[in-house]
Each structure stands twice: as C-alpha cells, then as structure tokens.
C-alpha cells in the first residue's frame, strides 16, 4: 500500500511550485522530528547493521560476535532444513492467499451488489481484530481429534476422523484455512472500497445493454479493480510469508517439521539454539525474497494501472 | 449492535442521488442470483460468528461436563466459574476442584499488562509520529526528502530482521520483563504510522495555518493548538489501528515479558496452553481466557465500529 502512496506524492511535490522562503525551521524542526529520528536509528537502523554484521559472524548470544565470513550463507543455503521450511512456507502461502484472495472477492462483490450494511461489515472484520494466537486457540479447540466439534460432526454423518493438526499431510492446508478465515473478512472490506469508486454508471449501462451479473463482474468489476488488486495481493502475501504466531500456539511446527514455517525457523534457530548468526542470515534471505517479490508484484501493478482512466 | 445500526449510516449512499436509490430499490426484484447471493453471505456470516460462539458456549461449560457437552449446541449447566478462575479470584484448591491446574493463572493482571502495553504505544507513537509527519510535511529544513525516504524505507525490512537484535539491545540494556524494554521499539515511531500522518498533513489546506502565523503564532504554537485539533479524526484512527495491533501482538511480548508481572494476554493464553496437560488440555478455562482477549476488541468495534470499517478505505487504500 505504502509503495503505491510513495509513487503518488512524488510527482506532485515537483509538481508543486516552490514557495520562497526567507529562512527554513531548522531548529523547530529539529524538536519535532527528535522522537522520530531518535525510534529509527535505535530500533531500525541500528538493528539493521547490527544484523547485517551477525550474518558474517557466530553468535551464540552468550560470547562475542566471531566473524566467520561466508560461513552462515553456506551453510544456509545447503540447509536442507531451510528449504524445507521455505517449501512450506511456499504451500502455506499459495493456499492462504489464493484461498484469501478468492472468497474476498466474492464477498465484496456480494456486498457491493446486494448490500450496504454496516452491520454486516463489522461482523465480517471481527476475527481480524482478534489476537492470532486467539484464532488459534479457538480453531485448535474446534478441529481437536476427539472432542472438538468440527470431528463430533463428522463423526455424527458416519465420516471418518481427521486428524487436522497431528496429519503431516493437513497441517499446512489447516492452518492455512484458519488464516483465511481470521484475514478474509478484512481482505473483502479492502476489495469492497475498490469497488466503491468504480462508477455506477458503468453497471447501470452494462445493465441496459443486459449483461448478467457474471459477465458484469469478470467484464467490469475485475478489470477496474485490478490495481487495488495487485495492491492488496502484495500486502497479503509479504504479510503471509511472516506467518508466526498460528503455527506457535497450534502445531509449534510439527508433525515432524510439516508446519515449520520461515518465522518459526528462524525463531528456534535464535532462541531454541541459540545460533544468532545464522538465524539472522535467514532473515537477511528472506528480506531479499520478499524485496523480489514486492519488485515484480509492482511491475505487474504498474503494468494494469490506467484501467481507470 | 444496536447502537452501531443506528449511528452508522453507509457512506456511500450519503451523497447519493435519490433517483438513484429508488432505481436500485425498483430492481430489488427476488430472482435466483439474489438468493444465492444472500445464501452465501449468510454462511459467511454464521461462518463468522460461529467460531467465536462455540468459545463462549465452552467458556461457559463446567470443565467436569466438556466431554458429555461437546456435541450440546448449549451448555447443559451453564457456570462462569471458569472465568472466576482464570481471573485469579479462586483459591488453588477450588481451581483444582473446578478443573484447573492449580498453577497460579491471573488474566485479570494480563489484561491490564495488555491494556497499559497498547495504551502506551498507541498513546506516544501517535503524538511523535504526528509531529515528525506534520515537520515533513510542512516544516523546511535541509535534507527533508532525503531523510523522510530513508524512514520510510523501513517499512520493507520485516518484523523478524529487526527483532533478533532489538531484543539483544533491550537485553543488555537491562530492560528484559520490564515494560519500557516492551514498548520501547514501537514507542517512537513506526514508518507506517509516520507515512500515513505525513500523507494527512499534505492534503489539508494551508490556510489556516497561514492565517495563525500571520496573528504572529509560532510553529510550536500552531502545531498544538491549530493543526493537532483539526487532524482529530486520523489521529484517532492511526492511534485505534497501533492498539489493534498491539493488542494482537504475540512475538516480541513473548520474547520480552515472559515474567508474570508483565506478561500481556497473548503471551498468558500461550503460556497457558503449555501448561495444561497435552492429552486433555483445560479447554474450558482456555476458552474463558479466549473470550477475555476477544470481550476488548469486541467492544472497540461495537463502539467504534464505523470509524473502524471506514479507516480501511483510506490506510488500506489511498
């Protein structure tokens, strides 16, 4: 979102005619970016190096930083526990925002032609407020094997058990749906403010030419919406890749490393065993992939603007 | 619920034209499509809602009947001893006696470690960032675009780069379990906090401004007493989306307050289920200590639920 933001305001500050000034505010202004400057080179900057510099080094947390060189990168990428982990990152992402992205859209569109109750958005954003680790709870209480309620039903209709969070075969596809569930009404309330400054006009002269709702809709609304869109894909799926708290309080990566995603990788590598280095080279790769993916997802942005014009 | 319906008029069908309206009202003829559509919409909902319903409904079940209830759509001797537990207000043997461990649980502490953690990121955070996003937006000075470039592009790095650090400097700094070491990195500012202040400030008009400095105000002067009043609204909504999130932080609270005097909700709710025993965990009592992380978050959107849902349309999009 805040790409797209940073790319509006600067053409218009060229744009803008600059007004002489006698003198600048320096010293005003000083005081009040003091907080701000002060937050950043502390807690972002410094870090940032920080981290950049453990990547060379190893760390244990208990003695001094040890500069190894390469070493961490090496070894990194000839983990095969670190593919393994970016592997099932990959699944959960592709399952939770795909599954997300979908049921958002037909959602808003539901919303955006039958309905403008405010009632039923509040509800519809409810588990997005809700703590994850929450979410978690709950769902690891509805779907446990025995006595949650989602096996009783099964059980009740004659079908067997599923074991939705001990099944290495189900935990991502679980976890995944628990996020869907917990991010979608969120994701549709985005698509249904995109659809809201899509002209009426534009549905009521696709009406009087006779077009269905579905042609409306994949010959209307989803080109127009396409840059919000692409937007809200990029949010999504960097804020995807960051999956923790779930996978923490439902599965803690199991069975056997099946739900084992980046985040939590990463976590155990840095305060499991206290590898410091290493565990700040994976978040260095992953920085970059994200930094990838954020790249390419907004050139494809750039490529389907102006569908508004 | 009431109260929203009643306050809360869509905003889109403000400025609508009534023709327009009727128009639509006219085509609101029941025809196939609609009723799938609302079909749908109503499993959404009840999809929504049903989750958070089987956590009260468990919240309330005595843990002795978990097992005979578990298939009950309603609990067949309602209690809130569960929650008379989890709130601290049981001696250990009547913990142990309603189902508990007789571990000592006091999610009346954690709410409030939680409520004093979000009121005060979201408190501070939202002043600075208001006045180093009114200073970049407004204020000259030497290398603004530079160094406002620089912050922002701090919203790329994720949580987890910065983390591991920053809880190495809060360590040796001594501040482990305490709750500046807590709130100290969001404190200050955030780049998305400070971006979209910044994005307010450009768009409201200068005039008034002018006019204060004209009467002879200071920059100071007119920031608090002219701009701060007038940039009430997204204020306010910056600083609800902070608590939000603060609220629902999880990894950095676990990692730093893991002591039970600082300990927030979603640390205690993990900390909980640790606890309790694998083969059965006290599903009643994590549920009433679910249901007392959800009861604020509730609130905030039965209250402020409009605010809520239209803030999306302008940080999520604009």
């Known amino acids: 979102m805040t790409q797209l933001g940073l790319q509006r ?47 060379f080094t190893d760390y244990s947390l208990l003695a001094e930083p040890e500069f190894v060189g390469l070493e961490n990168y090496v070894a990194v990428l000839t983990d095969s526990e ?26 808003a569109t539901l919303m955006h032609r039958l309905t403008r109750s405010v009632v039923l958005r509040t509800t519809l954003l409810l588990p997005w407020l809700v703590p994850n680790v929450t979410v978690g709870l709950v769902w690891l209480w509805l779907l446990d094997t025995n006595l949650g309620f989602v096996n009783r039903t099964l059980d009740a209709m004659g079908l067997d058990k599923v074991g939705f969070f001990t099944n290495p075969a189900f935990a991502i596809p679980t976890i995944s749906g628990i996020n869907t569930w917990a991010f979608v009404g969120y994701t549709a309330l985005l698509f249904y403010a995109g659809m809201l400054q899509i002209p009426q006009d534009t549905y ?35 804020g995807s890749f960051q999956i923790f708290d779930t996978v923490a309080v439902t599965t803690k990566g199991g069975p056997v490393n099946a739900s084992r995603v980046i985040y939590y990788y990463i976590y155990q590598q840095a305060f499991t065993y206290f590898h410091m280095g290493y565990a700040a080279t994976m978040a260095i790769l992953l920085v970059l992939i994200l930094g990838v993916l954020t790249f390419i997802q907004l050139r494809l942005l750039r490529a389907s603007e102006s569908q508004l014009a | 619920m009431t109260t929203m319906t009643t306050t809360a008029v869509p905003p889109v069908t403000v400025g609508e034209p009534r023709t327009a309206r009727a128009r639509r009202r006219a085509g609101r003829r029941i025809t196939p499509g609609r009723v799938i559509g609302w079909t ?25 009947d978990i097992v005979g209830d578990a298939g009950r759509l309603w609990p067949s001797n309602p209690t809130v001893i569960n929650f ?21 649980i006091n999610f009346a502490l954690y709410v409030w470690n939680s409520i ?19 200073a970049f937006a407004r204020l000259r000075f030497w290398g603004r675009e530079g160094l406002f470039g620089v912050l922002i592009a701090a919203l790329m790095v994720p949580g987890i780069f910065t983390l591991l650090p920053n809880f190495v400097l809060v360590r040796d700094l001594g501040l482990l379990n305490t709750v500046w070491g807590m709130v100290a990195p969001s404190l200050l500012m955030t780049p998305f906090a400070l971006f979209f202040l910044r994005q307010f400030f450009l768009n409201i008009p200068k005039d008034v401004e002018e006019a204060a400095m004209i009467d002879g105000a200071g920059k100071i002067r007119i920031f608090w007493r002219v701009v701060l009043p007038m940039a009430q609204g997204p204020l306010i909504t910056i600083a609800l989306i902070t608590v939000v999130w603060a609220w629902k932080d999880y990894l950095w609270p676990l990692l730093i307050g893991r002591d039970e005097s600082v300990r927030t909700v979603t640390v205690a709710l ?6 309790s025993p694998n083969t059965q965990p006290d599903w009643t009592g994590l549920m009433a200590a679910s249901t007392l992380s959800v009861i604020p ?15 999306l349309n302008f940080t999520g999009i604009k």
């Open chain 1, 82 to 107: 670190f593919w393994n982990s970016m592997w099932v990152t990959l699944c959960y992402v592709v399952l939770n925002v795909g599954s997300q992205t979908v049921l958002a859209l037909v959602l």
């Open chain 1, 204 to 238: 009521e002269a696709a009406a009087i030419d006779g077009a269905g709702e579905l042609r409306t809709f994949f010959r209307i609304t989803l080109p127009l919406l396409k840059p919000i869109l692409a937007l809200v894909l990029v949010v999504s799926l960097i």
């Open chain 2, 116 to 134: 004093v953690y979000c009121s005060l990121i979201g408190f501070f955070q939202t002043l600075f960032c208001a006045m180093g996003g009114y």
């Open chain 1, 9 to 55: 305001t600067a053409p218009s500050r060229l744009a803008a005619p600059r007004m002489p000034r006698p003198r600048g505010d320096g010293r005003v202004a000083l005081l009040f970016i003091a907080p701000v400057l002060l937050g950043f080179a502390v807690f972002y900057l410094y870090p940032t190096i920080r981290g950049l510099w453990w990547s």
């Open chain 2, 84 to 104: 008379a537990r989890v709130l601290g207000l049981l001696s250990p043997e009547e913990t142990r006696a309603a189902g508990g461990s007789g571990a000592s």
């Open chain 2, 40 to 64: 749908i919409l109503v499993i959404a909902l009840v999809g929504t809602i049903f989750p958070f319903y089987w956590m009260v409904k468990s919240a309330l079940t005595p843990a002795a």
């Open chain 2, 270 to 275: 993990g900390v909980y289920l640790q606890q």
């Open chain 2, 297 to 311: 978050v509730a609130l905030l959107l039965i209250f402020l639920g409009r605010r809520i849902v239209e803030s």
